[in-house]
């Protein structure tokens, strides 16, 4: 006997549709979207249109949410965005807050941050829906949000699968690791060696070019874009776009004092990183000094 589809409902507040298309570019789309029965989608043809999501009468036991949110004063047709958001969350069996602004706030939230958020973050800090909707919400920061990262929570869904979940309900096989797991630069980052521009073959961008991939939790060197790069792989620095900090100012800037980070890489003592440094600096490393400045505090 078959399992019934779920109802999948996609619902965008204040967005720039960068997680819907960066879902359409994944290449099992249709595929993972037959498990479901699509009930509205901003962009996908489906049974319903937008007014019949308007009216808050469609059913659905996955609701997606795209964008950051307002509680007064963002409308679509007349209807307060919010209002129908909370209306389809008290259906919803389960919410995945799709990209950093409607996890955190995101970009938008940097034009009003007194009154823009993420559904049950505000940054770090629990909105008020964080209580009510908390227990049924899966945090899937990114900008955007890497397709397959959803498509790993929507297929774990369809199959009644559990997801172990981090403080900020991102799921820790997606979010257990830092970007900088699994980079191709790692060996330059652990003897010092830093590049000085973008998009060069050679070098970490820690350093000179301020990438975040220390500090910020994700699986973009473990799970590629289009199953063939990041943007370390290519030479530009991690935005840390899927933590609540982003986007952070001086971003291709790496504070320092006398040369050590002001802030050590996430579980990283700061003991164990000046020994490592100490040591690092004392070896000179002839075939990376024939191709690449080393970074000299």
């Known amino acids: 006997m078959s399992q019934k589809r779920l109802k999948l409902l996609w619902l965008q ?21 037959s498990h479901f029965e699509l009930i509205y989608h901003p962009v996908l043809e489906t049974s ?62 940097q034009y ?24 049924k919400t899966i945090s899937l920061p990114g900008c955007p949000i890497h397709p397959k990262w959803l498509s790993y929570v929507l297929m774990m869904l369809s199959h009644g699968k559990k997801i172990p979940l981090d403080e900020l309900h991102r799921p820790q096989e997606l979010y257990g690791i830092t970007v900088h797991t699994g980079c191709v630069r790692n060996e330059y980052f652990e003897w010092k060696v830093d590049t000085k521009g973008f998009g060069l073959k050679e070098g970490c961008s820690f350093y000179e070019n301020g990438c975040q991939g220390p500090y910020t939790r994700g699986s973009c060197n473990k799970i590629l874009w289009n199953d063939t790069s ?9 935005f840390g776009c899927t933590e609540p900090s982003f986007p952070k100012t001086a971003l291709y800037t790496t504070k320092t004092n006398m040369g050590i980070p002001a802030t ?34």
């Open 13 to 33: 507040s204040i967005t720039c549709n960068g997680n819907t298309h960066s879902f359409l570019n994944h290449p099992d789309l249709f595929s993972i979207l």
């Open 48 to 109: 319903y249109d937008i007014q019949a999501l308007l009216s808050g009468r469609l059913d659905c036991d996955v609701l997606i949410l795209e964008g950051s949110f307002r509680q007064e004063g963002f409308k679509k047709g007349g209807i307060e965005v919010f209002e129908l958001v909370k209306n389809y969350a008290e259906k919803a069996k389960h919410i995945i807050s799709a990209g950093t602004c409607s996890t955190f706030g995101g970009i938008f939230k």
């Open 112 to 135: 009003d941050p007194d009154s823009i958020s993420g559904f049950c973050f505000n940054g770090e800090e629990r909105t008020e829906s964080y209580e009510k909707y908390a227990s």
């Open 230 to 238: 990041s943007k370390t792989v290519v030479g530009t620095p991690c």
């Open 264 to 297: 050590m890489p996430l579980g990283v003592p700061r003991r164990a990183y000046l020994t490592a440094t100490g040591i690092a600096k004392s070896f000179k490393i002839k075939r990376f000094e024939e191709r690449i400045i080393t970074y000299d505090s």
